[in-house]
């Protein structure tokens, strides 16, 4: 409700249709309507008024925001297991930079495969990866803290579950590899998301996709893009086959095919099956 203008105040609530002046100030017809008080229990202060649940929420928020609250949820034995839940998700988002970088580093010397023979002591493993020993042992713990390799109590590394398991899974290794140009784009993020840096190391990755002719594309071009799909169809190929049977068609077309692991697969569990591929022309030449 309007209650003062110019330091005078208004005499009454100004009404629809009539021109009110208060102290040589006008009020136009279509102004007055934004000077009436609104419907009692409509809005809120700062918009529509907030439901249950968001009210519920806002007191969540300023609850779990508190210090006080979050001591004393640490300490009470009926929200200590979520509290401890939350810092350790907490700590690893702080963290995970940091495990990608690790879980990289072990990837581009090729730890898992130099570890899979045996266990190895730090020293040996120093040596061929041209490190320092005690760089090599940093990184050695770090890659043991995240259950890629483990510390035999005479001293050796050797492989554990998770370690092991890349070795199976080369696609992930390739993908992994491939994010060094992502991180790199990822140095600054804020100036990324703003456009800042200007052309991104990943775009220059698959140079042709935003080409105006990118059926022109050179061969050195589509390579590193076309390995690395090549690459990543062995984590799909296999369960796209099990989930659905090709032994009813006898035709197969695989649009963007690369470098054609996919009907490689399919040829694989069908031999009778036609197969077609269907890409740019630098890379359906790399499937030939």
Not at 58 to 70: D, E, L, T
Not at 249 to 258: F, K, N, S, Y
Request: proline share 8%.
């Amino acid at each position: 409700m309007l209650s003062e203008v110019d330091a005078g105040p208004v005499a009454g609530p100004l009404v629809q249709g009539e021109r009110d002046s208060v102290r040589g100030v006008t009020f136009p017809d279509d102004a007055r309507s934004s000077l009436q008080p609104s419907p009692p229990g409509r809005l809120h202060a700062r918009g529509p008024r907030p439901t249950l649940r968001e009210r519920f929420r806002a007191f969540r928020i300023a609850r779990v925001a508190s210090p006080a609250f979050q001591r004393w949820a640490a300490g009470f034995p009926l929200t200590r297991r979520i509290a401890q839940r939350n810092t350790r998700a907490l700590f690893d988002l702080c963290a995970g930079f940091t495990y990608s970088q690790v879980l990289f580093a072990c990837v581009r010397l090729d730890l898992f495969h130099t570890l899979r023979p045996g266990p190895l002591p730090t020293a040996v493993l120093a040596e061929r990866f041209r490190l320092a020993p005690e760089r090599a042992e940093r990184l050695l713990k770090a890659a043991a803290s995240l259950d890629l390799i483990a510390r035999l109590p005479d001293g050796r590394w050797a492989l554990a579950d998770l370690g092991a398991a890349l070795i199976g899974n080369p696609s992930v290794a390739a993908m992994i590899e491939h994010h060094a140009m992502l991180y790199a784009d990822l140095a600054d993020p804020v100036a990324l998301l703003r456009g800042e840096p200007g052309p991104t190391r990943l775009s220059g990755y698959w140079p042709y996709a935003m080409a105006a002719e990118p059926d022109a594309a050179e061969a050195d071009a589509v390579a590193g893009y076309s390995r690395l799909m090549a690459a990543s169809q062995a984590l799909i190929a296999e369960d796209v086959l099990d989930a659905y049977s090709l032994a009813s068609h006898a035709c197969l077309m695989d649009v963007g095919g690369g470098e054609g692991a996919f009907v490689t697969a399919a040829a694989a569990r069908h031999p009778g099956l036609r197969l077609m591929l269907f890409d740019l022309p630098a890379v359906a030449a790399r499937a030939e």
